[in-house]
């Protein structure tokens, strides 16, 4: 992370592109507890969200996981998700797209769901 190029997200969130090519995006990001995403899709873009640290709520087209340290879940382009943070402790995790997903997110409004 020390080398890598730092953004904030959600005001509160941390992200760290560790690798970006025209076909893999691989970022670690940081959610302080409370925080969470957007519930949006992806065009093109699948993920696979990897959790390092902490635990993180995952909801994927109407369905909630939990994901635990060591744990991950594979999302499909075209899917609505959304994650959060609702634990007191900082999650600590890997987004891993392809291919990137910047420029590539479609935000559903609660009205749609």
């Known amino acids: 992370m020390d080398n890598s190029e730092h953004y904030k997200w959600g005001d509160v969130c941390d992200g760290w592109h560790l690798a970006t090519t025209k076909g893999l995006s691989v970022?670690?990001?940081r959610l302080p507890p409370n925080a969470q995403e957007v519930r949006h899709f992806h065009h093109f873009a699948e993920q696979f969200f990897y959790i390092l640290d902490g635990k993180a709520w995952l909801e994927v087209n109407g369905e909630q996981?939990?994901?635990?340290?060591?744990?991950?879940?594979?999302?499909?382009?075209?899917?609505?998700?959304?994650?959060?943070?609702?634990?007191?402790?900082?999650?600590?995790?890997?987004?891993?797209?392809?291919?990137?997903?910047?420029?590539?997110?479609?935000?559903?409004?609660?009205?749609?769901?």
């Open 27 to 29: 970022i670690q990001e």
């Open 65 to 113: 996981f939990i994901l635990l340290s060591g744990q991950g879940m594979h999302v499909s382009a075209n899917t609505p998700h959304q994650l959060k943070n609702t634990s007191l402790e900082t999650l600590n995790m890997l987004v891993i797209s392809t291919p990137p997903s910047h420029g590539d997110r479609t935000i559903i409004e609660e009205k749609d769901v």
